[in-house]
């Protein structure tokens, strides 16, 4: 039997996502520039970190839990990177006594520190039963505190060459950033879609207690989720930190909140159990969309966190729908 | 008659989720559980129409005609 198109539904489902490529669309007709290349490539340099973080909260909200430190740590990480990719000659290095090492060393160095973070925060969840809106609260503010006084709150730049070109070069006409993302996304969807990890990840946020009567060892998937989740953030903040070309103790500031409603936009219920890497890749399309339709229709900055935390209770007020409706 | 209002009564609890159960999304979610569908809507519509006008504001703001 044929299935009824539902249009409805399909608005339900799609609202933020119409009324986005609307705008979109508005933009692109009445200003200059809109849809070109070089805004394009702008598009994707922005979305390319932004996705790697979001696909790092995506695992804990899948799992009705949540990471309130995600923007803290996205700081810290770019702040290591900072510290160990200072070109040897810059005069003002942090870390004077330290050898010139290779982008990929750095890299998994900061990982390395930045897992142990995301393992504190799996323990305290799994062993000490946190809930994770209060236990990555506490780690937001600890790893800030842990990031100024590794600066002294100091800005950093001065970085060499090869750590500059991670996030300007190119292989051919697609950046390394962006590369990085698909990487980070096919990784995710094989993840989520094809190990017992990922099965487990949604068993655990379909019914914790039925996941562990099944059989799902739940403490050891909640630590593995939050240390993969912390490792996208060491990622992520690498790569912000190249884009940027500096670190201060506020990169990353306001991240978590961003990939959380990029999530949520996507499709990732904040109830957990429901959530795919494509949607959170439109999440973060659509949320990046919509700044920069902001920015080329000359809307006042403060305007436009109005209207991003409007997008935001949009997007939990339709997930809210969607809960009542299942009822 | 007393023992069908007791069973009536105990599958009306069990059809509430345990609280302590629950995450606090869950439990912020189930606070609307006998809110009618249309008022979320008229509530999202609201938030679009909202989400218009400040548009439309910041916009006129930084053309500097408000």
Redesign the interface.
Same mark, same amino acid.
């Given at each position: 039997m044929e299935k009824k198109f539902d249009f409805k539904k399909f608005l339900s489902n799609n609202a933020i996502i119409i009324l986005i490529i609307l705008l979109a669309l508005f933009v692109g007709c009445t200003t200059q520039n809109f849809f070109t290349e070089t805004n394009g490539k702008n598009l994707l340099l922005n979305v390319a970190p932004r996705f790697i973080i979001a696909c790092g909260v995506s695992g804990c909200l899948i799992t009705k839990g949540t990471d309130l430190s995600a923007g803290r740590q996205v700081g810290l990480a770019a702040c290591f990177s900072a510290m160990l990719l200072q070109s040897v000659d810059y005069s003002a290095r942090m870390l004077p006594w330290l050898p010139d090492i290779p982008w990929p060393v750095a890299l998994l160095i900061v990982m390395a520190i930045m897992a142990c973070f995301g393992a504190i925060n799996g323990c305290i969840i799994a062993f000490l039963k946190v809930p994770p809106f209060i236990a990555t609260l506490g780690m937001q503010t600890i790893v800030y505190g842990l990031c100024s006084v590794i600066t002294n709150n100091q800005p950093m730049g001065g970085y060499k060459q090869s750590y500059l070109t991670v996030a300007s070069g190119t292989l051919g006409p697609i950046p390394f950033l962006a590369i990085f993302a698909l990487i980070v996304g096919i990784f995710f969807w094989f993840l989520y879609n094809k190990t017992r990890h990922g099965k487990y990840m949604y068993a655990i946020g379909g019914n914790e207690n039925a996941a562990q009567v099944a059989g799902v060892n739940v403490t050891a998937s909640l630590i593995r989720i939050y240390i993969l989740a912390s490792c996208m953030y060491a990622l992520g903040g690498f790569l912000v930190g190249a884009k940027a070309g500096g670190a201060s103790t506020n990169t990353g500031n306001g991240y978590e909140l961003e990939a959380i409603a990029a999530c949520t936009i996507g499709g990732v219920s904040t109830n957990g159990g429901v959530g795919k890497v494509s949607g959170v890749l439109v999440g973060v399309l659509v949320f990046e969309v919509l700044k920069i339709c902001l920015q080329f229709l000359g809307v006042d900055p403060a305007y436009t966190y109005i209207a991003q935390g409007l997008v935001i209770v949009i997007a939990v007020a339709l997930d809210l729908r969607k809960y009542l409706a299942k009822k | 008659m007393e023992e069908e209002k007791t069973t009536s009564e105990t599958q009306k609890s069990d059809s509430r989720p345990d609280h302590s159960?629950l995450? #606090?999304?869950?439990n912020f979610?189930e606070k609307?559980?006998k809110?009618p569908?249309k008022y979320?809507?008229v509530?999202?519509g609201v938030? !679009?129409a #909202?989400?218009v006008i !400040? !548009?439309l !504001?910041?916009?006129l703001?930084?053309?500097g005609i408000l």
């Amino acid at each position: 039997m044929e299935k009824k198109f539902d249009f409805k539904k399909f608005l339900s489902n799609n609202a933020i996502i119409i009324l986005i490529i609307l705008l979109a669309l508005f933009v692109g007709c009445t200003t200059q520039n809109f849809f070109t290349e070089t805004n394009g490539k702008n598009l994707l340099l922005n979305v390319a970190p932004r996705f790697i973080i979001a696909c790092g909260v995506s695992g804990c909200l899948i799992t009705k839990g949540t990471d309130l430190s995600a923007g803290r740590q996205v700081g810290l990480a770019a702040c290591f990177s900072a510290m160990l990719l200072q070109s040897v000659d810059y005069s003002a290095r942090m870390l004077p006594w330290l050898p010139d090492i290779p982008w990929p060393v750095a890299l998994l160095i900061v990982m390395a520190i930045m897992a142990c973070f995301g393992a504190i925060n799996g323990c305290i969840i799994a062993f000490l039963k946190v809930p994770p809106f209060i236990a990555t609260l506490g780690m937001q503010t600890i790893v800030y505190g842990l990031c100024s006084v590794i600066t002294n709150n100091q800005p950093m730049g001065g970085y060499k060459q090869s750590y500059l070109t991670v996030a300007s070069g190119t292989l051919g006409p697609i950046p390394f950033l962006a590369i990085f993302a698909l990487i980070v996304g096919i990784f995710f969807w094989f993840l989520y879609n094809k190990t017992r990890h990922g099965k487990y990840m949604y068993a655990i946020g379909g019914n914790e207690n039925a996941a562990q009567v099944a059989g799902v060892n739940v403490t050891a998937s909640l630590i593995r989720i939050y240390i993969l989740a912390s490792c996208m953030y060491a990622l992520g903040g690498f790569l912000v930190g190249a884009k940027a070309g500096g670190a201060s103790t506020n990169t990353g500031n306001g991240y978590e909140l961003e990939a959380i409603a990029a999530c949520t936009i996507g499709g990732v219920s904040t109830n957990g159990g429901v959530g795919k890497v494509s949607g959170v890749l439109v999440g973060v399309l659509v949320f990046e969309v919509l700044k920069i339709c902001l920015q080329f229709l000359g809307v006042d900055p403060a305007y436009t966190y109005i209207a991003q935390g409007l997008v935001i209770v949009i997007a939990v007020a339709l997930d809210l729908r969607k809960y009542l409706a299942k009822k | 008659m007393e023992e069908e209002k007791t069973t009536s009564e105990t599958q009306k609890s069990d059809s509430r989720p345990d609280h302590s159960q629950l995450n #606090a999304f869950e439990n912020f979610y189930e606070k609307f559980r006998k809110v009618p569908l249309k008022y979320i809507d008229v509530f999202i519509g609201v938030c !679009v129409a #909202a989400l218009v006008i !400040v !548009v439309l !504001v910041g916009i006129l703001k930084s053309k500097g005609i408000l």
